[in-house]
């Protein structure tokens, strides 16, 4: 059974001196923390007592791995076909930048593009821009679509 004490027993401060109204205070400070030692006390004692009852089992199960000569083999042959699978990986996407950048540097397509941005008397100013520009998608779209069927 916990005790509390009402607001209403509780004395201002301002109606105290302050000798009284600190030895109020360090009463109910010393109520308080024995109130909290013996609730924590009592089931600290009940839970021993559950324990040292029924001790908690522990098991443990190792399992000891096989091996065989078929898994060992297999490992072989994987190292090889991973090495050559590993090479031609790596170079995917180097080849196909580099395809991508031989397409992109033809002269045949910056004259096509050039005829294209001629034609208006708005883009002929900046075409050097524009063919750039039209390289720079053509690059993405055709880096994307290889990448995609890689």
């Known amino acids: 059974m916990t005790r509390s004490t009402p607001l209403d027993q509780l004395q201002n401060r301002s109606n105290e001196n302050n000798m009284a109204f600190e030895e109020n205070e360090n009463q109910l400070v010393s109520e308080i923390l024995k109130e909290i030692e013996e609730s924590d006390q009592a089931p600290t004692v009940q839970n021993l007592e559950s324990t040292q009852e029924h001790p908690p089992k522990i098991e443990q199960q190792i399992e000891e791995p096989t091996f065989s000569g ?12 991973s090495f050559y699978q590993n090479v031609i990986n790596n170079t995917k996407m180097p080849l196909l930048v580099g395809l991508i950048t031989v ?30 520009l039209i390289k720079f998608v053509l690059g993405v779209g055709l ?8």
């Open 70 to 81: 078929s898994f060992m083999e297999e490992n072989i042959e994987e190292d090889n076909i």
């Open 103 to 132: 397409i992109l540097s033809v002269p045949q397509l910056n004259n096509f593009i050039l005829n294209l941005v001629s034609n208006s008397v708005i883009l002929s100013k900046y075409s050097t821009l524009f063919i750039l």
């Open 143 to 150: 880096f994307y679509f290889g990448k995609q069927n890689l």
